[in-house]
Each structure stands twice: as C-alpha cells, then as structure tokens.
C-alpha cells in the first residue's frame, strides 16, 4: 500500500518562504518515474493543482504560482518536495501531494492520480 505523507506547512508572514515535503512509502520500485503532483483547496473553494512532475521529470506549474514556486525529488529519500517563495495571503490553503500507479507523460488531472496525501496546512497573513 502507497501511503503519502505531507509536512512542512505553517503560518507565515506574505513574502515568506516554506518548504513541504512528501514522503512516499510503501512502493517506492518505480519512484524514479512516478508521476507526482501538489494540489490545493482552500476553504470555501475548490481544490486546485499547483503543479507537477511527469515520469520524464519534466516540471508544469499554475500560472498563479509559476516563478515563486519549484517542485523538486530526492530520489535518495523517496521525497517529493514544493519549494514555495514569496508567499501571498492567496496561497493560504491545505496542500495535498499526489502521486500516480502508472507512468505518465504530460499534464494530468486529478482524476488520474491514485495515491493522495492527508494534507498540510500553509497560512499567509498579510
């Protein structure tokens, strides 16, 4: 059994920085090329993707997070990690890290992602 697990989320001044990370464990033979992503949901909202990487490890953010942003795997640690720079109040959300049983190559929704995690808090205060 896959089990995901987020860490790293907070409370933060806007302008801040945060680090999350995601621990796969359970089934980690193909983790080279799992295909691995950070969703989103704020309260009130739905959740929305932030960003991704395919099994070919190449990298797509939202447009509302692209630059400020970076995903990033330790293939060493199993560890998905979301970089995450000049926080605004408008990022404040659980964050959920989620990850495919299949290869995939390109964008996917999340639909296609079998494996979620329970989520982190991250708040930005004006």
């Known amino acids: 059994q896959v089990r995901l697990a987020e860490s790293g989320g907070g409370s933060v001044q806007a302008r801040g920085s945060l680090r999350l990370s995601c621990v796969v464990s359970?089934?980690?033979?193909?983790?080279?090329?799992?295909?691995m992503a950070w969703f989103r949901q704020a309260p009130g909202k739905e959740r929305e993707w932030v960003g991704a990487i395919d099994s070919g490890r190449t990298l797509n953010y939202a447009d509302s997070v692209t630059g400020r942003f970076t995903i990033s795997k330790d293939n060493a640690k199993n560890t998905l990690y979301l970089q995450m720079n000049s926080l605004k109040p408008e990022d404040t959300a659980m964050y959920y890290c989620a990850a495919m049983r299949r290869t995939y190559y390109g964008l996917a929704p999340s639909s296609e992602y079998d494996y979620w995690g329970q989520g982190t808090q991250v708040t930005v205060s004006s």
């Open positions: 359970g089934y980690t033979a193909s983790w080279y090329v799992m295909a």
